[in-house]
């Protein structure tokens, strides 16, 4: 069975929003999705995410559109932990299950709903193929997300990279709604 959603989000760490078009099957995902910001500077970004069972990233396709011109990234993954940009084998990001598109909630999804850390206690480290907005540079990340609690309509996990955190609201499916 699986279940059709459209979500926006401000999204302030930009200045702008996100609204993404997701389809929910038997542990896996597809999506597509538009945002804009201002921060780091002006953009437009459009994307089309799918993943595979246990919500493992099969490839996430990018457009970014700046004042400066368009930037494209076609960055794919074998299912083992090996990632392909642009048709180019990145070993520097070998090993990550998951990608993180920068600045857009929908990513945070794929690791929190693998491990159900919207629904029970817990902590996870991870290592994702982090994407940078609006350049679309690829590195790695180390991210840990942690279960801080069960609310009235799911779940509060706090995000954590660097220096970086943010306490992200989960819904009973296991989708960012704040």
């Not at 078009?21 to 999506?31: Q, Y």
């Not at 029970?120 to 991870?126: K, L, T």
Request: proline share 6%; charged share 20%.
């Amino acid at each position: 069975m699986s279940t059709t959603g459209v979500i926006t989000w401000d999204v302030t760490a930009s200045n702008g929003y996100e609204t993404s078009w997701t389809v929910f099957g038997e542990g896996a995902l597809g999506a597509h999705g538009r945002a804009v910001g201002t921060v780091p500077e002006p953009y437009w970004i459009t994307y089309e995410l799918d993943t595979s069972d246990g919500y493992v990233t099969c490839g996430l396709s990018v457009t970014a559109k700046t004042a400066t011109g368009v930037r494209a990234l076609d960055l794919q993954h074998d299912g083992e932990g090996r990632w392909t940009a642009n048709g180019e084998p990145r070993p520097d990001v070998d090993g990550p299950l998951d990608c993180d598109l920068g600045l857009c909630p929908l990513t945070n999804t794929m690791p929190v709903l693998r491990h159900g850390l919207h629904r029970m206690p817990g902590a996870q480290e991870f290592l994702l193929a982090w994407v940078s907005v609006p350049d679309l540079t690829v590195r790695p990340s180390r991210q840990t997300y942690t279960h801080l609690g069960r609310t009235g309509h799911g779940a509060r996990v706090r995000y954590a990279s660097g220096g970086f955190r943010s306490d992200l609201e989960f819904d009973a499916d296991g989708c960012v709604i704040d």
